[in-house]
Every structure is written in structure tokens, then in C-alpha cells.
């Protein structure tokens, strides 16, 4: 069965426990497959490869955002098992919708986390946002980097205020 979820998004089910996306379009294609195994899930595109290990504590999050751009919306669904957070699988189109709800790559994790609570029957949670150690460690470096800045400009103005006091302009009034 192949189902549209926007244009050039397409999702089938080649057999019982085998999902494939694929995206059309003359720029970029791409197909992402995502197989439901008894115990795991295995996700491959052409990039990488991985498996999550999946049991009864598990919970699926999903999250949906829209790109600084405006019309690019990118849903991500993460598996959490314990106090183990992994991204499974990101998926980015152009749609301009106000409402990231309503977007069809909502939809599209949205009917694939429905698919994981029938699979393994694990709740799946919508989330605005979700911390992962990555987006830890970004951020972390980025408030580095601005403490860093800051601290340099006050040093070089100290040191250039300190030079124009021990030497006054001769003549400074003419």
C-alpha cells in the first residue's frame, strides 16, 4: 500500500513489518526505510544505519519544527528507553502551514508512531522540543563561545582605556 502524505512524500508498506519513505524531487530524492523487528527497529537510509533496541518501557517522541526560512518543516521521531534518548529518524519537506500540527510531515511521524504503539504497543508523546546530548553539547558550545567574546571585548577595552590614560594626547585641547 503507498500513501501521499505531501507531494513527492510517499510512504509504503512492502511487507508486514517494513516501512519505506521516499521523497521525489528534482533537486533531492531520498528513501528511508524502517523495519519492524520483534525485538528492534532498524532504520536505514543512505547515509546510516541503526537499530533500537525496543522493550516495554520504551516511549516514542516525536517533534515537529519549522526551519528559519519559513516553509521548511522537519519532523523527528526519538526512541527513549530508560535514560537512552536516540533519534531514529528525521524527516524534512517545503510546506508552508501555520499550524506545525497540521503539516503532513506531522502526519507522516504522527502515522509512524501509531505504527510502533500497534508493533510493541509503546505510548508515543508529542514534544515542542527534545534535549538530546547533542543539542546539549551545542548549546553548551555555543554559550561558550559568547562568554568567551565577551570576556576578550571587556579585556581589549580595559587594556585600550588603560593605554589612553598613562598617555595623554599632547595637545589634546588644539
Known amino acids: ?7 513527492g512524500l510517499f510512504l509504503r508498506e512492502e511487507s508486514e513489518g517494513v516501512l519505506v519513505v521516499t521523497y521525489e524531487d528534482p533537486v533531492s530524492s531520498f528513501e528511508k526505510t524502517i523495519h519492524l523487528n520483534s525485538t528492534a527497529i532498524i532504520y536505514n537510509d543512505r547515509q546510516k544505519s541503526k537499530a533500537v533496541v525496543i522493550d516495554k ?15 521548511n518543516t522537519c519532523a523527528e521521531i526519538y526512541i527513549k528507553n530508560q535514560d537512552d534518548m536516540v533519534l531514529l529518524a528525521t ?4 510546506e508552508a502551514v501555520n499550524d506545525l500540527r497540521k503539516t503532513r510531515c506531522y502526519k507522516l511521524v504522527e502515522y509512524i508512531a501509531n505504527r510502533l504503539k500497534v508493533k510493541y504497543g509503546i505510548e508515543w508523546e508529542y514534544k515542542i522540543s527534545v534535549d538530546t546530548p547533542e543539542k546539549e553539547k551545542e548549546f553548551n558550545k555555543n554559550v ?7 570576556i576578550v ?3 581589549l577595552i580595559y587594556y ?4 589612553d590614560i598613562d598617555h ?3 595637545n589634546y585641547g588644539r
Open 1 to 7: 500500500m503507498i500513501t501521499r502524505f505531501a507531494p
Open 57 to 71: 518501557n520504551s516511549l516514542v517522541l516525536i517533534t515537529i519544527n519549522q526551519g528559519s526560512r519559513g516553509t
Open 91 to 94: 524527516f524534512s519537506i517545503v
Open 144 to 150: 561558550f563561545i559568547v562568554i568567551l567574546t565577551l
Open 153 to 155: 571585548t571587556f579585556i
Open 160 to 163: 585600550r582605556l588603560k593605554y
Open 168 to 170: 595623554p594626547k599632547i
